[in-house]
């Protein structure tokens, strides 16, 4: 027994997700200020931004979710990150509710292992720093370098590992180009050694050379320090080519969850269909794309029961009135009645019709 | 072959500035047909933004253009007075540029703003510029258009106004209409809307289209030829299916490699290294040879022009009947597919 409780401890700890999500819901007051609603007797309006998401990102893996603007995608990144507090849910890493975290240093040394990487490598650098000081500053807030030379020393390994030169410290973000300067970034997050990062869309900026220089890079870091991601994009052709799992969100809510590979063999959800047939055709097979009518609705004002349902062409009576649960179905997760009951063909047996 | 919509002719742009000239755009030579999509791709830089405005007039001071011409149906445009060029652009040249926003006056309804210009240009009465501008905006998709119409733009989502920019541009029948990234700043499935009305509208109205885009699956979709542009040249250009499955210059066959694809499982994505040198450090001789994979002497000294390359041109010396060999073919390693 005794024997075996190190391994079988270890064991527990390898089988709980790295991050795990539940039910997390984030509401922001948009009402009108105070007076106007006294005038006006306007009632106070909040918008969900997200609404009750739950998934767990396993160690070493890759989360994804896509959406279009508005969906909520970045919220739960802000979230995750603790930009935002969930107005209910919780998240837990490495298993440990951080909502239940009071103590700040054992706060400080849970936050010291997930960073986050932003869209606009333009707008993330402060461009009064140099180069050096931006990629140390987690160190010298987190306490990891014992003195100015080991600071510098460490600053310029960084540098090296993002394929940058340990020269470069000297320089100031505006000599560098944007996808330099999301390197820069991508060391500034890696400085604490964390085992999560969060990415907000960090290649949508980029040009497409240097998108596929950026995701290479991305694999090479998951591989050596065996990071974990998660990878908020709205490009589908990027998400399928970094991630392990991919979440598709929609006015705030997951509509289908499952495997990349499955996700992208055989889409469930009406809305994932919509995505994947949007994506221009670069091969020109001239495959037929599934016309996608209307667009994103107020998310003020979401639509009663499904909320993709006044653009979905399979929507009946149920959809307008049920909000459908996310569900398990054949090895992936899907929110949509007709799937789940069976109405809505799925795209195998479309084709082979 | 008939007389070209439009005709470009060695056009080159420079932006003076304090210390030195850049020079944007440099010897940029083609013809666009009547009713023919060019698509114009290229990264950040490239210069092709640069070309679509020095096209309509529209290059912002101290730009100029010092070199070259711009035929528009036979007649030269580049050296038009502001006021002939104006009445130009909108009338015969339409343009859709990439922010909705921006292009559209928030004071004023889009009826309004339909209506001026259709009268700017056409000889119309208010009341039949105004039933044409509804019938437009019904054209491009705008539900309930008789009440829409004296709406402004704020009251448009992304996607409305877009479609609204596009009913502008069409408005007054213009032969050719420049698109500048106008399905950039929209969202996957609202941008698959617009290529397709675009595309629709154009082939309705035999209209010719110069789309300006970093997507090379936008232009995959709506163009029938492609120029691919580098440091302010084009380094190809060629039927679209030539320049994508057949490319023949290296910058575009790694171009095409670096872009992931649904479904394919590589573990890395064929990069290029490096980025595109600024514009005041263009390297000499072929602006692409640091990061070429196959350059040799020639291509650090002389500068390549188009060369007829299989079914497209190229500028690279690798198809110089000179140094014609059967391996001179530009292949990405593994990358760049035959046939």
Redesign the interface.
């Known amino acids: 027994m005794a024997r075996s409780a190190p391994a079988s401890a270890a064991e527990a700890r390898a089988k709980v997700p790295l991050v795990e999500v539940r039910n997390l819901t984030r509401d922001f007051d948009v009402s009108r200020p105070w007076l106007n609603r006294m005038i006006e007797r306007a009632p106070r309006q909040v918008l969900r931004a997200v609404d009750d998401v739950s998934f767990a990102i396993e160690r070493g893996a890759t989360l994804a979710l896509v959406g279009?603007?508005g969906c909520g995608k970045s919220t739960v990144a802000r979230l995750i990150c603790g930009l935002y507090a969930p107005t209910s849910g919780s998240i837990l890493f490495d298993g440990v509710d951080l909502a239940s975290v009071r103590d700040r240093g054992q706060m400080l040394r849970l936050r010291r292992r997930f960073q986050m990487i932003f869209q606009d490598p333009y707008a993330s650098l402060n461009p009064r720093w140099r180069v050096r000081d931006i990629v140390a500053e987690p160190l010298r807030s987190h306490g990891l370098a014992r003195d100015e030379r080991a600071l510098s020393a460490r600053a310029g390994e960084l540098l090296a590992q993002v394929g940058l030169a340990p020269g470069d410290g000297e320089r100031y973000p505006h000599e560098f180009?944007?996808?330099?300067r999301q390197r820069v970034s991508i060391a500034r997050a890696l400085s604490s050694n964390p085992e999560f990062l969060v990415c907000d869309e960090p290649t949508s900026a980029l040009?497409?050379?240097?998108?596929?220089?950026i995701?290479?890079l991305m694999?090479d870091l998951q591989r050596q320090h065996g990071l974990t991601y998660l990878f908020i994009s709205?490009?589908?052709?990027?998400v399928?080519?970094i991630s392990t799992t991919v979440g598709v969100m929609y006015l705030g809510r997951i509509v289908e969850i499952a495997p990349t590979?499955t996700l992208?063999?055989r889409p469930l959800h009406p809305y994932t269909r919509?995505?994947?047939?949007?994506?221009?055709?670069?091969?020109?097979s001239g495959k037929p794309?599934t016309?996608?009518a209307g667009?994103?609705p107020n998310p003020l004002d979401p639509p009663a029961g499904c909320a993709f349902h006044p653009r979905c062409p399979y929507a009946r009576g149920k959809c307008r009135v049920e909000r459908p649960l996310l569900e398990p179905f054949e090895g992936a997760k899907v929110a949509c009645h007709g799937v789940v009951e069976g109405w809505i063909a799925l795209e195998r047996a479309v084709e082979t019709a | 072959m008939t007389v070209p919509l439009l005709e470009v002719r060695n056009l080159r742009v420079e932006f003076p500035s304090r210390r030195r000239t850049l020079t944007a755009i440099d010897g940029v030579s083609f013809e666009i047909a009547p009713g023919e999509v060019l698509g114009v791709v290229g990264?950040?830089g490239a210069g092709k933004s640069v070309t679509g405005a020095a096209i309509i007039g529209l290059i912002e001071p101290p730009g100029r253009i010092t070199a070259g011409e711009v035929l528009l149906e036979g007649e030269r445009i580049d050296d038009l007075p502001p006021e002939r060029m104006r009445r130009i652009r909108g009338r015969r040249i339409g343009a859709i540029f990439q922010d909705p926003l921006t292009s559209l006056n928030p004071l004023y309804t889009i009826g309004e703003q339909l209506v001026e210009t259709m009268r700017t240009h056409l000889a119309l009465d208010a009341a039949a510029a105004r039933a044409r501008a509804i019938e437009l905006l019904g054209e491009v998709g705008i539900p309930a258009p008789e009440r829409r119409i004296d709406h402004y733009p704020h009251q448009f989502?992304g996607?409305?106004r877009q479609r609204v920019v596009i009913a502008l541009a069409l408005c007054a029948n213009p032969r050719l209409v420049i698109a500048d990234e106008p399905t950039t700043a929209l969202?996957?499935?609202?941008?698959?809307?617009i290529?397709?009305l675009l595309k629709r509208l154009c082939r309705e109205h035999g209209t010719a289209v110069m789309l300006v885009t970093?997507?090379?699956?936008?232009i995959?979709?709506t163009a029938d030829r492609v120029a691919v542009m580098y440091a302010g040249r084009i380094v190809e250009i060629g039927p679209?299916?030539a320049v994508?499955h057949d490319p023949q210059h290296p910058y575009t066959a790694?171009?095409m490699?670096?872009?992931?694809?649904?479904?394919?499982?590589?573990?890395?994505?064929?990069?290029?290294?490096g980025?595109?040198p600024r514009l005041d450090a263009i390297p000499r001789g072929c602006a692409f040879h640091p990061r070429c994979p196959r350059a040799f002497d020639r291509c650090r000294v002389e500068r390549p022009e188009l060369l007829a390359a299989n079914r497209t041109r190229a500028a690279c010396w690798l198809h110089a009947p000179e140094s014609a060999s059967p391996r001179a073919r530009p292949g990405w390693s593994e990358g760049a597919v035959h046939g």
């Open positions: 279009e603007s180009s944007g996808g330099q040009d497409v050379s240097v998108q596929a220089q995701l290479n694999k709205h490009n589908l052709a990027v399928s080519h590979r992208f063999a919509m995505l994947e047939s949007a994506i221009p055709d670069i091969e020109m794309r016309p996608v667009e994103v | 990264e950040s989502s996607g409305m969202d996957v499935s609202i941008q698959a809307q290529i397709t970093h997507d090379m699956g936008v995959a979709e679209v299916q994508i790694g171009l490699g670096s872009i992931p694809a649904v479904g394919e499982e590589l573990e890395r994505l064929p990069q290029i290294e980025s595109m």
